[in-house]
């Protein structure tokens, strides 16, 4: 954390992330991570999350949001640091052997498979212990009828907005503890928006613990417990999500859209 940020009264010094990350389900603990040799897109980034809380990540485009999200999930090679899940070190394990861990990861584009039906999708997402398939399926079917009602229909002609509730349909289906979010409400009408973030949080009332990265600073620092701002791959900024909203720094620097709201 440099001088310059910590002059902000919302920036937790790391000691101080540190000892408060102590006991969360999963935390990632100075990360360095990159696709290429040589570069680094993560840069000593700290992150946890408590059980049932629901962490935001924002901060302008290009900053790693998806890229932390991504070395959670094991798609992207942590070169240094760790990942724990309940005090197990997960870190670079492969994303099917997290999914079994109980981690579901929602990507931010490409998330359904357009040819099959909504069933099919769901299903996909529960291949690993098929017989739970009924019960995951109805759990999925109570928080989103619109997916019971219509799971004949093939996901390829549903809305934007449609095919993000069966993205985050399919990935509940495991029954994960941990839900990673890439930008749900990305490129869906207001309306869609209000719908992702109102399921988001109902999901997260279910005891998921939810990290969310999100392009809409204002609704996600709205509903979530805690967010962090994240800028060149480093967390510049962690408070709670009340806190970063009202806050001019992070306002000025970081959240244009937050200052014209
Ligand atoms: N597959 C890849 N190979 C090489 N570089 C990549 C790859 N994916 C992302 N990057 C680079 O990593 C950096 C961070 O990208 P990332 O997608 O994590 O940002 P982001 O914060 O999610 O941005 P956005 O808000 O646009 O989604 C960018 O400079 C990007 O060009
Ligand atoms: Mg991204």
Redesign the pocket.
């Known amino acids: 954390m440099s001088d310059e940020t910590s002059s902000s009264n919302v920036v937790e010094g790391r000691d101080a992330h540190l000892a408060a990350a102590e006991g969360a389900l999963v935390r990632a603990d100075d990360l360095t991570a990159?696709?290429?040799p040589g570069?680094n897109?993560l840069n000593g980034c700290d992150l946890y999350a408590k059980q049932g809380e629901l962490v935001g990540i924002i901060?302008?485009?290009?900053?790693?949001?998806?890229?932390?999200l991504?070395s959670l999930f094991g798609l992207v090679n942590i070169r240094s640091g760790d990942v724990t899940l309940g005090g197990e070190k997960i870190t670079n394990l492969k994303a099917d052997k997290l999914v079994a861990k109980g981690i579901g990861f929602v990507p931010?584009t490409n998330n359904v498979f357009g040819t099959l039906t909504i069933e099919e999708n769901l299903e996909v997402g529960i291949f690993l212990r098929p017989k739970r398939f009924k019960e995951r399926f109805d759990f999925v079917a109570e928080l989103f009828p619109a997916l019971g009602q219509r799971r004949k229909q093939r996901a390829g002609s549903l809305s934007g907005g449609e095919r993000q509730m069966v993205a985050m349909g399919r990935a509940l289906m495991m029954e994960p503890s941990v839900l990673l979010l890439?930008?749900p409400s990305a490129g869906l009408s207001p309306a869609m928006q209000d719908e992702v973030f109102f399921r988001t949080k109902q999901i997260n009332e279910t005891g998921v613990t939810v990290i969310m990265?999100e392009?809409n600073a204002r609704r996600c620092l709205q509903i979530c417990d805690r967010g962090y701002v994240?800028d060149q791959?480093r967390n510049a900024y962690t408070a709670s999500g009340r806190d970063l909203m009202h806050d001019p720094k992070v306002i000025e620097l970081y959240l244009g859209t937050l200052a014209r709201a």
């Open positions: 990159g696709y290429l570069v897109i901060g302008p485009n290009g900053a790693g949001k998806s890229t932390l991504k931010q890439d930008e990265v392009q994240l791959g």
